[in-house]
């Protein structure tokens, strides 16, 4: 696709749900990152994918958190019985292959996500 | 391992003034710098970046920032505000040692006055 496409745009759901958050990476990206942003706060890194494997989950929060990729492409980032302080954006973004340096990192809008 | 220091969560110019937006980072690699920004409601975009070469880097929209080694800064500059510089700035760097993904700041908020 022409951009990093995510949804839902906006979810809310009951406290002890459990939600799934969909990322579609810019066609032929081999990367792909997942990241959080609390309200008010910076990014932080939860999970990145190097083809449909993740070298770096480090910054999953709990088991509660879990992210898979299939086919090099759709990522889905899942959160069991979310609790309040999971209510954040959560952003996904891709670039060509591993590392920075010379790729640019396109993010997507982000999934709003409210757990009352 | 890596961080990034935006000094200033919020900063306010007057339209025409000079914005500066200040970033210090800490990197046991030479790191590669970035500024993304933020517009309200919408994904973050990269203004510019800093990889290896010139230290001074011009991106988008007439910012442009300079590394600077000595003083483990990148910060963002652009000579004279517009409104539609308001935005929240977020400050980058990476790749850290055994890690791909970039390790962001906590953002500085712009507001530009008429």
């Known amino acids: 696709g022409a951009g990093v496409s995510q949804s839902p745009s906006n979810k809310v759901t009951e406290k002890g749900k459990d939600v799934e958050l969909r990322c579609d990476p810019i066609?032929?990206?081999?990367?792909l990152y997942w990241y959080r942003q609390r309200l008010g706060q910076g990014l932080e890194f939860l999970i990145y994918?190097?083809?449909?494997?993740?070298?770096?989950k480090s910054g999953l929060p709990s088991d509660r958190f879990s992210a898979e990729r299939t086919g090099e492409s759709v990522s889905t980032l899942t959160i069991q019985r979310t609790q309040q302080e999971d209510s954040a954006v959560y952003l996904c973004?891709?670039?060509?292959?591993?590392?920075?340096?010379?790729?640019?990192?396109?993010f997507g809008e982000g999934s709003w996500l409210t757990v009352v | 391992a890596q961080s990034v220091t935006q000094l200033g969560s919020h900063v306010s110019v007057s339209e025409g003034a000079l914005v500066l937006l200040r970033c210090n980072y800490s990197?046991?690699?030479?790191?590669?710098l970035f500024w993304y920004v933020q517009y309200p409601n919408q994904g973050l975009q990269l203004l510019l970046k800093?990889?290896?070469?010139?230290?001074l880097v011009k991106g988008i929209n007439g910012f442009e920032a300079e590394f600077k080694k000595s003083e483990t800064s990148f910060h963002l500059t652009k000579p004279s505000a517009h409104m539609s510089d308001a935005a929240e700035y977020f400050c980058?760097?990476?790749?850290?040692?055994?890690?791909?993904?970039?390790?962001f700041g906590s953002g500085t908020r712009l507001q530009v006055q008429p």
């Open positions: 800093y990889t290896t070469g010139a230290t």
């Open positions: 066609s032929g990206h081999t990367a």
């Open positions: 980058a760097v990476g790749p850290g040692t055994g890690r791909r993904a970039l390790t």
């Open positions: 994918f190097q083809g449909n494997s993740a070298p770096d």
């Open positions: 973004a891709s670039s060509l292959e591993t590392g920075p340096a010379g790729n640019t990192i396109y």
């Open positions: 990197s046991s690699v030479p790191p590669y």
